[in-house]
């Protein structure tokens, strides 16, 4: 499943969303544009067993990785997620508090993906975390807004069905803890960060559930 566009204006400008559109942009330019792009990625990304929790200067890596990305593929797909989902979360949590929900998940993120491959020397990159802790909050303030949304037939054409936000989000999750349990096996081979895409949308889901209970302000309108 692939979504193309969700049936749910924003109130407000995402100023956020943009800005890390723009800042996630210019680092993948300065990655693709180094001397020596493995150095670079080396240098910035998380690579677990470069991680020393008694030095603090190991730990930046846990923010400098979800800036980065690995290709083509793998960042306009994150952008364009976080594209369609994060103005509306951003316009719940305000501009202030949703890049620090942005920051935060994608550092949990990152450190579940940690626990899962302690001492590994592969480096791990990418805004996968932070976007699955988004697509969490959205799944909790906005479970049966429409997603209109891309999937294969059983003819293997393309398809685009108008599905409820809870449906595609729920799916894509399942889908992500059954690749991570199956991924358990060949931790020290790489591959998708499982692990980061559960630890985000997990933390994102469980946050937003707290603020959300503290807060009546309506999310969804009422079924007619």
């Given at each position: ?11 407000s ?9 723009l ?14 792009p493995?150095?670079?990625?080396m ?9 020393d ?12 990785s979800?800036?980065?990305?690995g ?38 993120a ?6 899962f ?15 699955a802790?988004?697509?969490g909050a ?8 429409k ?9 293997g ?5 108008q ?28 591959g ?5 895409h ?5 933390s994102?889901y ?5 603020v959300?209970?503290?807060?009546r302000?309506?999310t ?5």
């Amino acid at each position: 499943m692939f979504p193309i566009r969700d049936h749910n204006p924003s109130k407000s400008f995402p100023v956020i969303t943009v800005l890390i559109i723009l800042i996630t942009s210019y680092v993948f330019f300065l990655q693709l544009t180094a001397f020596d792009p493995e150095a670079f990625i080396m240098n910035y990304a998380l690579v677990p067993a470069l991680v020393d929790f008694g030095n603090p200067a190991t730990w930046w890596p846990f923010i400098w990785s979800m800036f980065m990305h690995g290709g083509w593929l793998h960042i306009i797909s994150n952008l364009w997620f976080l594209w369609i989902f994060g103005d509306n979360v951003e316009a719940f949590l305000g501009h202030i508090g949703f890049l620090l929900f942005y920051l935060l998940t994608g550092i949990a993120a990152s450190l579940v993906q940690f626990f899962f491959m302690s001492g590994s020397e592969i480096p791990t990159l990418g805004a996968s975390g932070a976007i699955a802790g988004v697509l969490g909050a959205y799944l909790v303030l906005y479970p049966r807004h429409k997603i209109d949304t891309l999937v294969i037939s059983f003819g293997g054409f393309l398809q685009k069905l108008q599905i409820p936000a809870s449906f595609m989000l729920g799916y894509w999750f399942i889908i992500q803890l059954f690749s991570g349990v199956g991924s358990l096996g060949a931790a020290g081979q790489g591959g998708v960060a499982w692990w980061a895409h559960i630890g985000g949308f997990a933390s994102g889901y469980l946050f937003t559930q707290a603020v959300k209970g503290n807060n009546r302000t309506e999310t969804e309108p009422d079924a007619g």
